[in-house]
């Protein structure tokens, strides 16, 4: 509209269309934004042609870690695992107060877990969905862990082989049975805690192979197992948990025992049959053990106890 055509208006009207054509810029300004704004879970166009990445909401996900009882002094990393394996694994330590947190998750499917420096210890894993929103967990341990401790772990029939468990159910002197391969072989009483251990004479008639050896309350109830596996060879040298392989860790407890820092009991594989504790020849013959592997001559004869 021209100044003349405009200036021949009433001033009244001249002020209506004025106001109307500020609003309609204004109007065409907030629409222009929208329109170029990215919407959330679609995929946009940039300048040069090439699809850009899908853009996700993100959330946090935080919570609780508690402490185990029988383990109360160590350190706790939380995992956050996705069931689409094209996020990577998160990790964080729980703080002091047993609190974690995960900033910016995006929506998907996710499976809590703990690890503890423990070895009793066991925290059931959570399943959870992030869909938009932040996610609280409180993570908790087993009161009742389904693992056995064995020491070791593979040896030759008649070693003697060291059982620790952990289960409330038999806390405060409840009994907890010991059995191999479903045969009765020990009983004992638990702690306060439900701690317990025991240790087994392996008979000298086991065959060689994988075996179980597991414990019940006394009314029969399962509350742990672990396999077990016999060898006519005997263990390899540093093998602490009778797996067949002698990792980095095991070779540290090795130096540890003959250093003094920790007692034999941590790993009686690291030793030589019939020495008391862990020499120079036993860290040596562990070492070869790791780089060799534990089917070489450095496989001796099982270590016991006593």
């Known amino acids: 509209m021209s100044e003349r055509r405009e200036s021949s208006l009433p001033l009244k009207r001249r002020w209506q269309v004025r106001r109307g054509a500020q609003r309609l810029v204004t109007l065409m300004a907030v629409l222009g934004g929208l329109l170029s704004a990215p919407v959330a879970g679609a995929r946009t166009t940039p300048p040069n042609g090439a699809p850009s990445p899908t853009v996700l909401p993100r959330a946090r996900v935080d919570g609780t870690a508690d402490a185990d009882v029988d383990c109360l002094d160590t350190s706790l990393v939380v995992v956050l695992d996705a069931v ?63 693992r056995l401790l064995l020491n070791p772990r593979r040896a030759a029939p008649g070693s003697r082989i060291e059982v620790s468990g952990r289960c409330y159910y038999v806390h405060s002197g409840g009994a907890a ?94 030793r030589v049959a019939g020495d008391e504790t862990v020499g120079i020849n036993a860290v040596v013959g562990a070492v070869r053990s790791a780089l060799n592997g534990c089917e070489g001559p450095n496989v001796t004869p099982t270590p016991g106890p006593g």
Do not use: K, M
């Open 84 to 146: 689409d394996t094209g996020t990577e694994q998160r990790r964080v330590d729980v703080v002091p107060n047993g609190h974690f947190v995960f900033d910016a998750v995006p929506d998907g499917d996710y499976v809590a877990s703990v690890e503890a420096d423990c070895p009793l210890s066991f925290y059931p894993p959570q399943h959870l969905t992030v869909a938009g929103g932040n996610v609280s967990l409180e993570l908790a341990p087993d009161v009742c862990p389904p």
């Open 177 to 270: 049975r010991v059995y191999l391969d479903g045969g009765l072989i020990a009983e004992v009483r638990a702690g306060t805690i439900g701690d317990y251990h025991t240790a087994i004479l392996l008979p000298d008639a086991t065959v060689p192979g994988r075996h179980t050896i597991h414990a019940t309350t006394a009314t029969g109830t399962r509350i742990g197992s672990a396999d077990f596996f016999i060898g006519n060879v005997g263990v390899c040298l540093g093998d602490c948990d009778g797996d067949g392989d002698v990792r980095i860790n095991e070779l540290l407890t090795a130096v540890n025992i003959a250093l003094g820092a920790v007692d034999v009991a941590s790993c009686f594989a690291a």
